[in-house]
């Protein structure tokens, strides 16, 4: 699960509760406050890119000047624990032995 707060900075001239009534259609979103043209909501989504995907939707609604997450909150102890595991030797002798060409590489190559 992962749990942020987003400060939204809204134009002079935005419509407060059609900008709210957008925000909450986002399913995973939830308006909090309002004052002077700026706005607090959180984001609760299961995944980081769930996250991200609230994240630009707020940031393309209407009316929206600037949108900062300022908080934020990752339960990672599924990744932690897998990391600590003891199963790195076995890992790199897996890798050792396979054909090169049967690894696939997913990341982004950036020069």
Do not use: H, W
Request: glycine share 6%.
């Amino acid at each position: 699960m992962n749990i942020s707060s987003v400060v939204i900075y809204l134009g002079a001239d935005t419509d407060i509760a059609a900008f709210r009534k957008e925000l909450q259609s986002i399913g995973s979103c939830e308006f909090v406050a309002c004052k002077d043209g700026k706005a607090v909501a959180t984001i609760s989504a299961e995944s980081f890119e769930d996250e991200i995907a609230a994240f630009r939707a707020i940031e393309a609604i209407e009316g929206v000047s600037e949108a900062m997450m300022i908080y934020s909150y990752s339960d990672l102890d599924a990744d932690i624990t897998a990391a600590n595991s003891d199963n790195g030797e076995q890992i790199m002798r897996e890798l050792d032995e396979k054909d090169p060409s049967q690894i696939k590489y997913g990341g982004k190559v950036r020069v």
